[in-house]
């Protein structure tokens, strides 16, 4: 298998894997009760604590474990919204994940106003604009620090500066961020940061919530006391460990993100020069250095998909079936990318675990699948879109 899909998941690195095991074998004790079994996995919790705060230098007690980084955003979101209930609008953007989109979504429809801030062409905010969209009534503004279509990188900092000096809580969905980019809280300002682990190289089902100290927080679960109070629910005490032993690895490995931005220019620029008429979505500097997100004119991104899966690639389009018809990517469409093109671009996204050999074998099969998909595709005008 090639896999380059790792803005979707990521394998869990054997590191990871090794300091979980002994979570189920041994020590499978609650962290909540009162014996002696316990103890190990309270110590074990606290110190993959310790190790998330690290990777985005924050204090352990600032961390929250949720059950997956959607949960981190939508409990962000929930809490700046309990906090003053005569303040009902939240401003995100119209590229956030569907884990913002929907709940924005969700909102609209049940009495709050949202503000889902455009883009430009090259995917970026225009902070001017935000700014000017701040209103007294605004209860959260919610921005992500990188895209995981395209990989642009938002200003957080500045945003950050924005949504403090006009007293405004600030939530940035971290998630593609993570370990490819420096994460700072006491840098960039913000009040509550998500975190997903199998973003990472560690377990699906596991994800922190950042909340700065001091910042109003309010359950999204109820139930038992877990995370001094924060979130209820028995803890996922392997995927917690495997979490911390991940956001260690990220931590200390700060080579690895040049290696990758290497290894995808040159996978990149092989696609651009090799093969005519595609192009890349997404402004080119400020950008995770692992993503690439290429169209591929003429061509149907889900037959390209097809064709690259039977090779054995692995590699994503944004675009979503919904009932049988294919919507093109939402975040290309506000970038005001055409639907037809936005239908026939793909993502390619790099990670730890991706090689010369997997580059190589990429650039060596899709000039020939691009050519021949391009013979055979319809007349444009007979492509069925559905915006
Ligand atoms: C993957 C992802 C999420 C969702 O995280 P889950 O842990 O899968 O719920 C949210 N935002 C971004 C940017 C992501 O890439």
Same mark, same amino acid.
Request: glycine share 8%; proline share 4%.
């Given at each position: 298998? =090639?896999?380059?899909?790792?803005?979707g998941?990521?394998?869990?690195?054997?590191?990871?894997?090794?300091?979980?095991?002994?979570?189920?074998?041994?020590?499978?004790?609650?962290?909540?009760?009162?014996?002696?079994?316990?103890?190990?996995?309270?110590?074990?919790?606290?110190?993959?604590?310790?190790?998330?705060?690290?990777?985005?230098?924050?204090?352990? /007690?600032?961390?929250? *474990?949720?059950?997956?980084?959607?949960?981190?955003?939508?409990?962000?979101?929930?809490?700046?919204?309990?906090?003053?209930?005569?303040?009902k609008?939240? &401003?995100?953007?119209?590229?956030?994940?569907s884990?913002?989109?929907? =709940?924005? $979504? *969700?909102?609209?429809?049940?009495?709050?106003?949202?503000? *889902?801030?455009?883009?430009?062409?090259?995917?970026?905010?225009?902070?001017?604009?935000?700014?000017?969209? &701040?209103r007294?009534?605004?209860?959260?503004?919610?921005i992500?620090?990188?895209?995981?279509?395209?990989?642009?990188?938002?200003p957080?900092?500045?945003v950050?500066?924005?949504?403090?000096?006009?007293?405004?809580? *600030?939530?940035?969905?971290? &998630?593609?961020?993570?370990?490819?980019?420096?994460?700072?809280v006491?840098?960039?300002?913000?009040?509550?940061?998500?975190l997903?682990?199998? %973003?990472?190289?560690?377990? %699906?089902?596991? +994800?922190?919530?950042?909340?700065?100290?001091?910042?109003? =927080?309010?359950? =999204?679960?109820?139930?038992?006391?877990?995370?001094? +109070?924060?979130?209820?629910?028995t803890?996922?005490?392997?995927?917690?460990?495997?979490?911390?032993?991940?956001? $260690?690895?990220?931590?200390?490995?700060?080579?690895?993100?040049?290696?990758?931005?290497?290894?995808?220019?040159?996978?990149?620029?092989?696609?651009?020069s090799?093969?005519?008429?595609?192009?890349?979505?997404?402004?080119?500097?400020?950008?995770?250095?692992?993503?690439?997100?290429i169209?591929?004119?003429g061509?149907?991104?889900?037959?390209?998909?097809l064709?690259?899966?039977?090779?054995?690639?692995?590699?994503?389009?944004?675009?979503?079936?919904?009932? +049988?018809?294919?919507?093109?990517?939402?975040?290309?469409?506000?970038?005001g990318?055409?639907?037809?093109?936005?239908?026939?671009?793909?993502?390619f996204?790099?990670?730890?675990?991706?090689?010369?050999?997997?580059?190589?074998?990429l650039?060596?099969?899709?000039?020939?699948?691009?050519? /021949?998909?391009? +013979? $055979?595709?319809? %007349?444009? $005008?007979?492509?069925?879109?559905?915006?």
């Open positions: 298998m =090639y896999y380059l899909d790792n803005n998941t990521t394998q869990v690195a054997p590191e990871v894997l090794e300091a979980m095991l002994p979570f189920y074998t041994q020590h499978w004790g609650n962290p909540s009760s009162a014996h002696r079994s316990c103890r190990p996995v309270k110590e074990a919790l606290h110190q993959a604590r310790v190790s998330i705060a690290s990777l985005i230098n924050a204090q352990p /007690e600032e961390i929250v *474990f949720t059950g997956c980084g959607t949960e981190s955003n939508n409990t962000a979101i929930h809490s700046a919204l309990c906090r003053d209930a005569g303040k609008h939240l &401003i995100t953007t119209a590229v956030e994940h884990a913002n989109l929907k =709940y924005g $979504q *969700f909102l609209q429809s049940h009495g709050y106003d949202v503000t *889902f801030l455009p883009v430009e062409e090259d995917g970026s905010i225009d902070i001017c604009m935000l700014q000017d969209l &701040i007294p009534d605004t209860a959260m503004v919610s992500m620090w990188a895209n995981n279509e395209t990989g642009v990188l938002f957080i900092e500045e950050a500066a924005i949504c403090r000096s006009k007293e405004v809580a *600030f939530h940035t969905d971290a &998630i593609q961020a993570a370990g490819k980019v420096t994460l700072d006491q840098s960039a300002e913000v009040d509550y940061l998500s997903s682990a199998h %973003k990472i190289y560690a377990p %699906k089902g596991i +994800g922190a919530l950042y909340v700065k100290k001091g910042t109003p =927080y309010s359950s =999204y679960l109820f139930g038992g006391g877990q995370e001094s +109070g924060r979130r209820a629910g803890e996922n005490v392997a995927g917690i460990v495997g979490f911390g032993r991940a956001a $260690q690895m990220a931590f200390e490995d700060t080579a690895r993100s040049q290696q990758t931005e290497t290894l995808r220019n040159r996978m990149e620029n092989g696609i651009l090799n093969i005519p008429q595609t192009s890349r979505n997404g402004c080119k500097s400020q950008r995770l250095p692992n993503t690439s997100n169209a591929f004119d061509v149907e991104g889900e037959a390209l998909l064709r690259l899966d039977r090779l054995g690639i692995c590699a994503s389009s944004g675009s979503a079936c919904t009932t +049988g018809s294919l919507k093109p990517s939402h975040v290309l469409l506000a970038m990318v055409p639907a037809r093109r936005a239908l026939s671009s793909l993502r996204s790099l990670g730890h675990y991706s090689s010369e050999e997997d580059v190589d074998y650039l060596k099969h899709l000039p020939e699948i691009v050519s /021949e998909l391009r +013979g $055979q595709s319809p %007349k444009p $005008q007979s492509l069925e879109v559905v915006t």
